[in-house]
């Protein structure tokens, strides 16, 4: 029968890797908490209103990349592209902004987009993040991104490049449309079949195509056309990220792929990275989020940042913690009778802290040995017909290999020695 593979744009996390995201996952958490937000997790699929409301239904998210499918009483039901709009729905629909304003929150966790994959773009990809929901100030905008900042000096990932813009408010994002169609219009029989429909519906997302990204380059700019207000908002963010010591490049292009921003956006660059798939990570103000899905309106800012992509710079700077050892101890007997001695003794030997792998197999002694190398083991405890009659064990430190007979009420001490020394 044909082997079944991983679906395509799916990878597995094998136990090799899983120091390094633990590495990452917790590093995150750790600095989030910092700035006290707290975790949170909402489902995995949500109803696909949620997106095409909130997202917009003429992103390309929305429009090409969502997984969709009917439930068995006919609703219609999305993997989740991204965590924002699910979290919204669910810090507001639990009314949690009337115990504490902002309610700060992060999360991790897996997203899912139908995109061509290549490296850095996945159907199943994994992102960290944090919202900040309930208040609106530029101060809180320039904390998300400190907290972003924070956590890639954190990993010692440097070359990340900050790009910071502003979209404005409602009125001035009326205005900056109207300047968008009127430079777009002569141009339409130059612009792909998507941007022909996007320049009556959507002329923002003009500025995302990847074919037209030539005419996107001379496109008016928001900046010019953003009325007193929202400069003012947008230079305070600045004066913020000054203050924090975070380096911020202005960057009038980003406009983000998402339909939900107003006033502060901003992207996490990389150069290793290339092309289209150069962004870290991305986020930005939201206030008008909540109203869109039916809650009580209530303004938010936040980020979520790419875990592969991460973790892929991470490899080319060298900065990825080694994989953890197995274990720090193998536990084995020296013939089948002493199996019963071998066990209890590694559950003692659990009983103090350590990590313990019990050899269980009737390999001969030696091959035993060769084979708790290979897991890392720093030593291997041994009880061969001689110990269990005396009541001790063989400690053996596998790096030196030096060996001592030892009590067994001594077993945990000497082994644990043993580890310290070598770790
Ligand atoms: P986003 O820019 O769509 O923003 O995604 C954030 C990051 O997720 C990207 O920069 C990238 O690192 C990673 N990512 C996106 N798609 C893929 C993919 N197909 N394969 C691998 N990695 C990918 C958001 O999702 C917003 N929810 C961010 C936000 C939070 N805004 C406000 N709060």
Redesign the pocket.
């Known amino acids: 029968m044909a082997e079944i593979a991983a679906p395509r744009g799916t990878h597995d996390i094998l136990p090799a890797e899983s120091s390094a995201w633990r590495w990452l996952l917790q590093t995150h958490a750790g600095i989030a908490e910092s700035f006290g937000y707290r975790p949170i997790e909402t489902p995995i699929i949500e109803s696909t209103e949620l997106f095409a409301r909130g997202v917009g239904v003429e992103t390309d998210?929305v429009e090409k990349q969502m997984f969709t499918f009917t439930d068995r009483g006919g609703r219609s039901l999305s993997l989740r592209p991204?965590?924002?709009a699910g979290v919204v729905r669910a810090v507001l629909g639990a009314r949690l902004d009337q115990e504490r304003r902002p309610v700060r929150v992060h999360y991790q966790g897996p997203?899912f987009?139908a995109?061509r994959p290549q490296a850095?773009?996945?159907?199943q990809?994994t992102?960290v993040?944090v919202?900040c929901i309930g208040e609106r100030s530029p101060e809180l905008d320039a904390e998300v991104i400190e907290i972003a900042w924070r956590f890639f000096d954190a990993l010692r990932l440097t070359g990340v490049r900050l790009q910071v813009n502003t979209l404005g408010d409602a009125e001035d994002r009326i205005r900056y449309r109207a300047a968008l169609v009127s430079y777009y219009t002569p141009l339409r029989d130059r612009l792909c079949d998507d941007c022909k429909r996007r320049l009556d519906i959507n002329p923002l997302r003009l500025l995302d195509c990847k074919k037209d990204a030539d005419l996107a380059a001379g496109a008016p700019v928001i900046w010019e056309l953003l009325d007193a207000g929202s400069k003012e908002f947008f230079n305070a963010v600045l004066t913020s990220l000054e203050q924090a010591g975070v380096i911020a490049h202005v960057n009038h292009r980003i406009v983000?792929?998402?339909d939900y921003y107003a006033d502060t956006v901003f992207?996490f660059w990389h150069d290793s990275l290339h092309g289209a798939q150069n962004?870290?990570?991305?986020?930005?103000r939201?206030d008008g989020l909540a109203e869109i899905l039916g809650l009580p309106p209530s303004p938010g800012?936040?980020?979520?940042?790419?875990v592969?992509?991460i973790l892929m710079v991470g490899q080319r700077l060298g900065v990825i913690p080694a994989p953890d050892r197995d274990c720090d101890v193998v536990v084995c007997s020296v013939d089948s009778p002493q199996a019963h001695h071998a066990a209890s003794l590694a559950r003692d030997l659990r009983g103090a802290g350590l990590r313990v792998v019990l050899d269980v197999s009737d390999r001969r002694l030696d091959r035993k040995l060769r084979a708790a190398d290979r897991l890392g083991a720093l030593a291997a405890v041994i009880v061969g017909e001689d110990e269990v009659r005396d009541g001790t064990a063989v400690v053996r430190d596998l790096a030196e290999h030096a060996q001592q007979r030892v009590s067994a009420t001594d077993v945990a001490a000497a082994v644990t020695r043993t580890v310290e020394t070598r770790a």
């Not at 850095?120 to 159907?123: C, L, T």
């Open positions: 998210i991204e965590s924002t997203m987009r995109e850095g773009r996945q159907h990809f992102q993040g919202e983000r792929g998402l992207e962004s870290l990570g991305g986020g930005g939201y800012t936040g980020y979520a940042l790419g592969e992509r």
